[in-house]
């Protein structure tokens, strides 16, 4: 069955620096896409970044990169030169490919951008 | 701005009542997905719907109905409403209807409060 895991609740990262944050995924389809998106206090849902399970380069977004390993199903965030409007919530989401159209989020893990 | 509108933006209502969230998705866009959002429950899917006809179900309870219209605008019906159906909906939509890349733009949500 599919599983997204976030296991940081929390980070904190300081301005400018990079920070990390973390996806693990379980699944059995061999096809699937793996979603980042931001949820700022506003509430509304940014869609940032996309990886597909054949994809053999890690995704690029801007200042957002996926770092994508595949043998060990992670699928982390990467975001460099953080900067303050950065904090906000971050939602890791996977969607298999074979038959199944919905969408299944983690937790969640919370960042903190601190000045 | 992502394209999706949901009306209403907030809704306080009481237990027992029945309310109607509707969405219109992004121009061009034919499927429509709706999440619910709780502390508890985290993002979860519920329901989407391709061109008219239904596509897939999640965690949808039995008091919850959606539809989509023929101009695909797409309404979710909340019934019987209990306290913990206080949350916040998420409309989305995207082009297609399958594969594991179909990136979902999300709506500002409707945030619901059962009195």
């Known amino acids: 069955a599919q599983k997204i895991t976030q296991t940081q609740p929390g980070m904190f990262v300081q301005e400018k620096e990079a920070v990390t944050l973390d996806c693990t995924y379980d699944?059995?389809?061999?096809?699937?896409?793996l979603f980042w998106y931001k949820q700022p206090s506003s509430g509304e849902m940014i869609f940032l970044i996309y990886q597909g399970s054949y994809d053999q380069q890690n995704a690029t977004e801007g200042r957002y990169s996926l770092n994508f390993q595949k043998a060990r199903k992670s699928a982390n965030l990467v975001i460099s030169a953080s900067q303050l409007g950065d904090s906000a919530m971050y939602f890791c989401?996977?969607?298999?490919?074979?038959?199944?159209?919905?969408?299944?989020f983690g937790a969640g893990t919370r960042l903190f951008v601190k000045a | 701005d992502s394209g999706v509108t949901q009306t209403p933006k907030h809704l306080i209502t009481a237990t027992g009542q029945r309310v109607t969230l509707r969405c219109s998705p992004r121009s061009g866009d034919l499927s429509v997905y709706w999440y619910q959002q709780s502390l508890d429950q985290g993002l979860q899917f519920l329901i989407q719907y391709y061109n008219g006809e239904e596509r897939a179900k999640g965690n949808i309870l039995e008091r919850f109905s959606a539809q989509q219209f023929p101009d695909l605008h797409s309404e979710l019906n909340l019934s019987s409403l209990e306290l913990g159906d206080s949350a916040l909906y998420f409309c989305a939509s995207s082009v297609g209807s399958s594969g594991p890349y179909n990136e979902q733009f999300f709506g500002p949500g409707t945030r619901l409060t059962v009195l």
């Open positions: 989401a996977m969607r298999e490919g074979g038959g199944g159209f919905k969408t299944i």
């Open positions: 699944t059995s389809d061999p096809s699937y896409g």
